[in-house]
C-alpha cells in the first residue's frame, strides 16, 4: 500500500476522487506543513442536484487547512470540478470533505467546536489551531445559524431563562432554553426583563409556539424577570433556579459569620 492510497483512505475518499501526490516540505516561513493533491482521473463524471451524471466542464484551484499531521498544519488542495449540466448551466461540484465556501475540512470545523463547547475561549481554540480567531467565530456562526434554523420549538412546555456574559466587562445576552433536551431557543441582547421575555415569547411564536403552551418557566430571583414571566408566559408556573436559592442562605451565613468576627474583635482588650 504506497502513502497515496493510505491517505485517500485516511480522508475516507470515495471514487473517483484519489490522492495524487502528498509534498512534505518547509513553507515560507520555513515551518515544515503536509500537503496533500486530491483530483480524479480524466473523463470522470460527477452528479448534478437531480443526480445526473454530468461531464465536467472545468475545474477552479481551492484549498482547505485540515486537520494537523503531528505538529505539522496540513493542507487538502483540489482542482474542484465544475459540471455541465442537461440544461446548459454550470455547477461547481461540492466537495464531500468542506462544506461550500469554508477554507477549512469538515473535521478541522469539527475540532474547533468540540473545543469551544468544553468551554475553551475561541482566542485559545484559535491559537491552538493556528488560525486568525475570526475565522473560529466565523465556523462558529456558521453551525449555531444552522442548528438554530433547523430548531423545532414545538413541543416545548419548559422555558429556562438566564442571563450569561458574551465577553469580558458589562456585555451580557439573555438565554432562552427549551428546558427539556433542546437546544438554545432564543437570545437576546441585554435589556429589559420584560423586554427579554417579550423577545423570547415572540420568537417562539415565530416559530408556532403560542405562549399558553409554556406551562414551568425556570428563572432567577430577579422581581424583573418574575413579572416578564407574568405578563409574557401567564399560563408558567415559576420556579426558582437552584444555583440562585442555594445561593441565598450561603450568603446570609457569610455575612453573618463577618458579623461575629467584627463583634469578637471590638470586644477583645488592648
Known sequence: MNSETLFAMALGLQSPWQVQEITFAPNESGREELNIMIGFPPGSRFADQSGTACPVHDTVERRWQHLS?????????????????????????????ARPGSGFTLLFEALA??????????????????????????????????????????????L???ETSTRKGQHYVTLGIDAGPKAASSTSPKAKATETLDSIQKHLEDKGVDKGQIKEASIDLSPAFIAGVKES?????????RFHVVKLPDEAMNLGSEGRTQGTRGAERP
Not at 475561549?121 to 467565530?137: C, D, L, S, T
Open 113 to 158: 467546536l468540540a473545543l469551544i463547547e468544553r468551554e475553551m475561549p475561541v482566542n485559545r481554540v484559535a491559537e491552538i489551531m493556528r488560525v486568525n480567531p475570526q475565522r473560529i467565530w466565523t465556523v462558529f456562526t456558521h453551525w449555531v445559524g444552522k442548528a438554530r434554523a433547523a430548531d423545532d420549538p414545538s413541543a416545548i412546555t419548559k
Open 160 to 162: 429556562g431563562v438566564d
Open 233 to 241: 408566559f401567564p399560563s408558567a408556573e415559576i420556579t426558582f433556579d
Open 69 to 97: 499531521f503531528f505538529e505539522h498544519a496540513c493542507y487538502l488542495h483540489c482542482a474542484v470540478p465544475r459540471i455541465k449540466t442537461p440544461d446548459g448551466k454550470v455547477a461547481t461540484v461540492a466537495v464531500p470533505w
